[in-house]
Structure formats: structure tokens, C-alpha cells
């Protein structure tokens, strides 16, 4: 049973920093595709950045040069350290994943299994 289990949400300034991280147990292997999403109420689900089984990475333009994605294959761990937050960040942050990789990483149902969320608040 694969699960994924974010952590490292909270509330910051803006200008402030946090490094969300999300463990998962139950892959078969280590070629997994891994993403951040984040959704604010009543919005649908937006894809943060993801990376590739070949260490690939996307952004979403609006936190490319302050968010920064990163993956530790032996563990199966996926981070996202975020840079210079803004009040626009704050939302529910979801670890995704998915053994295929197939289908376009911004959209949600690309990615097979999500975890439960961690809340990120910026105040201005």
C-alpha cells in the first residue's frame, strides 16, 4: 500500500522561507515521477513543479526562481524548498506521485497516488 506523507507546512511573513518534504512508503521501485500541487479553496488543484525518474524538473512560472524541487531517490523523498514566499502562495500543499510518468505533469489526474496536505500560510 503506497502512501505519501507531507510535512513542514506553516505560517511565515512574506519574504520568508520553508522547505516542505513528503516520505512515501509502499513503491515497488525507486523510477518514480513525484510533484508538488497546492489548492486554495473553491480553485482547482495547481501543479507547483515536479521531477522525472531522469532528475527532470518543472515549474510553474509563478514560483520558478524561488521554489526549488528536489528528490531523494534512495528514500523515496521528495522536498520543495520555497524561497521568498508571497501572501499568493499560501494554500494546501499536496505531494503527488506516479509509477507510469506519463500524461502532463500539471494536470492532477496525471498523478496516480497524493497525500493528505500540509497548510502553508504567508502573511503580508
Known amino acids: 500500500q503506497v502512501q505519501l506523507v507531507e510535512s513542514g507546512g506553516g505560517s511565515v511573513q512574506a519574504g520568508g522561507s520553508l522547505r516542505l518534504s513528503c516520505t512515501t512508503s509502499?513503491?515497488?521501485?525507486?523510477?518514480?515521477?513525484m510533484a508538488w500541487f497546492r489548492q486554495v479553496p473553491g480553485k482547482e488543484r495547481e501543479g507547483v513543479a515536479s521531477?522525472?525518474?531522469?532528475?527532470?524538473?518543472n515549474y510553474a512560472t509563478s514560483v520558478r526562481g524561488r521554489f526549488t524541487i528536489s528528490k531523494d531517490n534512495a528514500n523515496i523523498s521528495l522536498y520543495l524548498q520555497m524561497d521568498d514566499l508571497k501572501p499568493e502562495d499560501t494554500a494546501m500543499y499536496y505531494c503527488?506521485?506516479?509509477?507510469?510518468?506519463?500524461?502532463?505533469?500539471?494536470?492532477?489526474?496525471?498523478?496516480?497516488?497524493w497525500g493528505q496536505g500540509t497548510q502553508v500560510t504567508v502573511s503580508s
Open positions: 503527488a506521485a506516479d509509477l507510469t510518468c506519463r500524461g502532463t505533469w500539471v494536470e492532477s489526474r496525471s498523478w496516480t497516488y
Open positions: 521531477v522525472g525518474t531522469n532528475g527532470y524538473t
Open positions: 509502499g513503491f515497488p521501485y525507486s523510477r518514480v515521477c
